[in-house]
């Protein structure tokens, strides 16, 4: 017995090991960006707003940008000083750029022309993708879209999609196709490497299936539709284009 | 299949099943006699043998099981079996950004009740050697439903008949058996294989076991049962590794015993080795 004794004090420390460790990885590295905030397409006659800049390195994280050089491509219709402010002066369309010297950004004001730009949201925005396999031995097939319509942003599959099931995979739009994305069940986890579009993990694995794209998400600024295993493995991803 | 052979010379393989102690017993116990153990076996992976025996990295998983073990000799040919893994421990580190020191995702831990096993061994009238029927029943006790597939049990009711055969001298023994495993609620059902040969060293003092065993899927389930972590539907591998038992008292009824388990190849396991100590006593 004594010597049972001296073995448990060991036995509960290994039982009450498992701590969790830290995986050190790269940082997936994505293309340095400057964006133009607000993204809107329309101002009122007369109407003021003021635009910024936010710049995102390589890591995707954002940095302060100084020396912005902003420019109108209709300065009769609508100008913008060196801080951004912006007003319209007549109706019409013009394209507002923004610029560090290095990289670029642009916006599109097609609707100079009066109307209250807060109740005609319409936008529109498509892409496509065909998913290829991920890691490993699991897969996914099929068609992908992207798209935006009267403002609602949509992921859709086609009637050919099919992917390996598992316990925990999430579907994300995200600037790379190498994996560990931020993902957390029962939220939206939005940066700008991915966008957590499932709050919940997947619960059917083939077919035509929609999924709204949560406020806050602009699908234009990423790459790919991802199928994502939290545990680690990436089921599939496509490229939109 | 990439053939792993050719890349490492050796590899391990955590075995996240029946632990091997409960494998190929042909002797029954003595009536009123037992075995009784306390064990602590643990994994740590980043990789895994995926649905195709494919490597596929994984999150950083570690899973720690702190079980019991016992044996009963309820009369001389039947003995009363029993496996209660009553601490499951499952992590998954968080990734760190190396260059930004973000974290990416943050760990996920899952403590739970794991799956027993309840069953029987009948000694079987050969005389030559020792050979027993096995009967083990898998109760779906552990937690099958963590929204991040970190289970700690499969879900499932399950039965396990084996036959195990046995011979000894007074220094060494071997034994092995062949089994079949009828699973329920979509999983394939498996053939179960093992063998090993144990030598007794210093004074019947220590112990020394050879093990081998295995698992081969029928590949009968259905595609939806689990195919990803923890208690995946079709897992199957091959595995090999010693065991040491060493008595702490001079009359041999308390000691404490050690392994490591390792494979050849794997589908739906994770690619590391598993280690496990215990303490166990007979009486």
Redesign the interface.
């Known amino acids: ?1 004594k ?2 004794l001296k ?2 004090p060991v ?1 509960l420390a ?2 009450l ?11 997936p590295i994505i293309s340095e960006k400057l964006t133009i905030l607000p993204r809107i397409d329309s101002l009122a006659l007369g109407q003021e707003q003021v635009f910024s800049v936010i710049y995102t390195n390589q ?1 995707g ?1 954002e940095e302060p940008v100084n020396n912005i050089v902003w420019s109108s491509s209709n300065p009769e219709k609508i100008v913008i000083d060196a801080a951004g402010k912006a007003e319209v002066l007549l109706p019409g369309k013009a394209t507002l750029y923004a610029t560090d010297g290095s990289l670029a950004d642009s916006i599109v004001l097609n609707r100079l022309n009066g109307i209250d730009p807060t109740n005609n949201p319409d936008t529109s925005f498509f892409k496509q993708g065909v998913f290829k396999p991920g ?4 897969f996914a097939k099929g068609r992908v879209y992207v798209q935006t319509i009267d403002g609602l942003s949509q992921i859709l599959t086609g009637t050919d999609f099919d992917s ?5 995979v999430y579907l994300l739009l995200a600037n790379h196709t190498n ?7 029962g939220s939206h986890v939005i940066n700008s490497v991915s966008a957590q579009i499932t709050a919940n ?1 997947l619960t059917t694995y083939s077919g035509k299936q929609t999924w709204a794209i949560p406020p806050g998400v602009n699908p234009a600024n990423y790459k790919y539709v991802v199928l994502y ?5 990436v089921f599939g991803t496509a490229e939109l284009n | 299949m990439k053939n792993r052979f050719n890349q490492i010379a050796f590899l391990f393989l955590f075995i996240h099943l029946i632990p091997a102690f409960l494998a190929a017993q042909a002797w029954t116990k003595a009536s009123g006699k037992g075995y009784y153990k306390l064990d602590f076996a643990s994994i740590r992976a980043n990789d895994v043998y995926d649905v195709n025996g494919e490597v596929a990295p994984f999150r950083t998983l570690g899973n720690y099981t702190t079980s019991f073990y016992g044996e009963y000799g309820i009369t001389p040919k039947l003995t009363a079996v029993a496996y209660i893994p009553f601490f499951v421990r499952n992590v998954v580190n968080e990734t760190k950004g190396q260059q930004t020191g973000n974290i990416i995702q943050t760990g996920i831990v899952n403590n739970n009740f794991g799956d027993m096993d309840l069953g029987f061994r009948v000694a079987l009238p050969v005389k030559a050697f020792a050979m027993s029927v096995n009967v083990l029943f898998g109760l779906p006790t552990g937690d099958a439903k963590q929204t991040d597939g970190l289970f700690t049990g499969d879900g499932e009711f399950n039965q396990l008949v084996k036959i195990s055969a046995g011979k000894g001298k007074k220094r060494w023994w071997t034994q092995g058996s062949l089994g079949f495993n009828n699973r329920t609620r979509g999983f394939s059902e498996e053939f179960r294989y093992d063998f090993e040969f144990g030598y007794k060293l210093f004074n019947d003092r220590l112990l020394a076991i050879f093990k081998i065993n295995g698992i081969e899927s029928f590949g009968n389930g259905d595609v939806e049962a689990a195919n990803v972590g923890l208690f995946s539907n079709n897992v199957e591998f091959f595995g090999i590794g010693p065991e040491l038992l060493y008595y702490i008292n001079a009359k041999k009824t308390i000691g404490a015993s050690a392994r490591i388990t390792g494979a050849l190849k794997g589908q739906n396991v994770l690619a590391a080795p598993a280690l496990a100590v215990g303490v166990f006593a007979e009486f």
């Open positions: 017995m010597q049972l073995i448990t036995l290994l039982i090991s498992g701590c969790i460790g830290t995986d050190l990885i790269d940082d890591y994280v890691s490993g031995s699991y390996s099931p598992g316990p925990s994996g560990n994305y931020a993902v957390t069940p993990k295993c939290v545990l680690g493995p």
